[in-house]
Nanobody, 119 residues
């Protein structure tokens, strides 16, 4: 069982940066992929970006490309989301998640961390 804990959220101004962290409670070597999702008030949860755990290849949702960067520290069992040039529409609760297999459902979820961007 892998437990995920996000941290690093907060309230910032438009144009600022934040770095979110996702710490895993145990070895993540069985995970195929980890990802960040977000859910804004009144909206469905959406995919932000993901990373293949073994080789670090990342992909992103179109609206965050060029502004957000996902990385992982294999030995620390941690994943990060560097968010630059934040916009008010990035305001949401951000969740990290992990899946054991390619194309599979996300088996593990964190509790979420709030990011609020004001104009």
């Amino acid at each position: 069982q892998v437990q995920l804990v996000e941290s690093g959220g907060g309230s910032v101004q438009a144009g600022d940066s934040l770095r979110l962290s996702c710490a895993a409670s145990s070895r993540t070597f069985n995970l195929f992929r980890m990802a960040w999702f977000r859910q804004a008030p009144g909206k469905e949860r959406e995919f932000v970006g993901g990373i293949i755990w073994s080789d670090g290849r990342a992909d992103y949702e179109q609206s965050v490309k060029g502004r957000f960067t996902i990385s992982r520290d294999y030995h620390k069992n941690a994943m990060y989301l560097q968010m630059n040039s934040l916009k008010p529409e990035d305001t949401a609760v951000y969740y990290c998640a992990g899946t054991l297999k390619a194309g599979g459902p996300y088996d593990y979820w964190g509790q979420g961390t709030q990011v609020t961007v004001s104009s």
